[in-house]
Structures are given as C-alpha cells and as structure tokens.
C-alpha cells in the first residue's frame, strides 16, 4: 500500500482484458463500467491513486481510438475519499451522505449524467444483518479474503469504517486528449 504503481501499465493491463479489439474504429470492450478509487486514493495510499491514473489512462485511450463525437463506451465510477470524521463514523455516515445528496453538495452531482444518460452519482448502503450485501458479508470478505493484510489496526476499520457500509461512486468525466 505504500508503493507507486505505473499508470501506463495498469491502463494497458485493463485494455488487453477488457479491450481485446482495440484497435478499430469503435473499440470492442467487455465491460461498460468500471470502479475504482478517487484521484486521493482512500486514505492516500499510492497504489490507490496508481489505479485511479491507470484507469482514466485506459478510458483516454479507448476515446482515442472512438470517432470524434462518440462517448466512451466504458463509463468510469470512482469511489468517494472523505475526511477522517466521516471515514471513521461508520453506519452514521449514511445520514451525512444523504444530506449532501439532498443539498446537492460538490461533489455529490446527482444530476450530472454521461452522454448514455447513467448517473453521475451512485450510492449503495449495505444492510446490517443477512444476506449477501450487509455488513457481515463485508467482514468476512475482509477477515477472510485478505488474511495476509489482518493486523491489530484493520479489526477497528473494520469495525468504524463507513466504507463496510455505505460506499457513493461518482461518474468520473474524462476528456479525450
């Protein structure tokens, strides 16, 4: 989480997996959306904002490839970074969040859409209990799936983070260069 990864390979390992035609008139992709973290980079990992410049470097190079005129045919989300309070409030952060959705704040663009017409905001809140969207289906993926990464700090993310339970995307707007 503290190193620098190459922008330009992650663009070029995300367009031979979901571009696999690159090339024509009208790239060919497998995908029509993709998600990744904001230009901060939850919490300022590198690595994050590694992904973030790899992903808009692949959507700039599938707009080079369209004919002028013609939008990307991947749409690209990234993941909301908040200050310390609000990452740290857990379940209660959902409250803060829908006032910003309600003021329309900044960064909450809930009428800003793509040339597809998607939305330019999208907000998924996890349940608490049961099923596998909710806060214990999280858990797991994380006490489980990320063993390696499950040190003393991490159990009180787990338990304080509002990313275990409401996680907003934002449609990123990436110009062709």
């Known amino acids: 989480m503290t190193k ?5 390979r992650i663009a070029t390992l995300l ?3 979901f571009a696999p035609h690159f090339a024509s008139d009208e790239p060919m992709v497998v995908i029509d959306a993709l998600i990744t973290f ?17 992903a808009r470097g692949f959507i700039r190079g599938l707009l080079k490839s369209c004919r002028p005129g013609i ?3 991947v749409d690209l989300y990234t993941l909301t970074s908040v200050g310390f309070l609000r990452k740290y409030a857990g379940f209660f952060d959902v409250f803060t969040t829908r006032l910003h959705l309600g003021l329309g704040g900044a960064t909450y663009r809930k009428d800003t859409k793509d040339a597809k017409e998607n939305p330019g905001t999208l907000v998924h809140v996890s349940s ?7 806060y214990g289906s ?11 990464q499950m040190v003393w700090f991490r159990w009180g993310w787990i338990g304080l983070s509002r990313y275990m339970v409401i996680n907003d995307l934002h449609l990123e707007h ?3 260069s």
Do not use: C, F
């Open 138 to 148: 999280a858990r797991r993926a994380m006490t489980q799936a990320h063993k390696s």
């Open 174 to 176: 990436v110009e062709r």
């Open 38 to 54: 904001d230009r901060t980079g939850i919490s300022s990992h590198p690595n994050h904002k590694s992904l973030y410049h790899g």
């Open 71 to 73: 939008p990307s045919p």
């Open 15 to 17: 367009r031979s997996a």
């Open 4 to 8: 620098t990864w190459d922008s330009e």
């Open 128 to 134: 608490l209990t049961g099923g596998r969207e909710s």
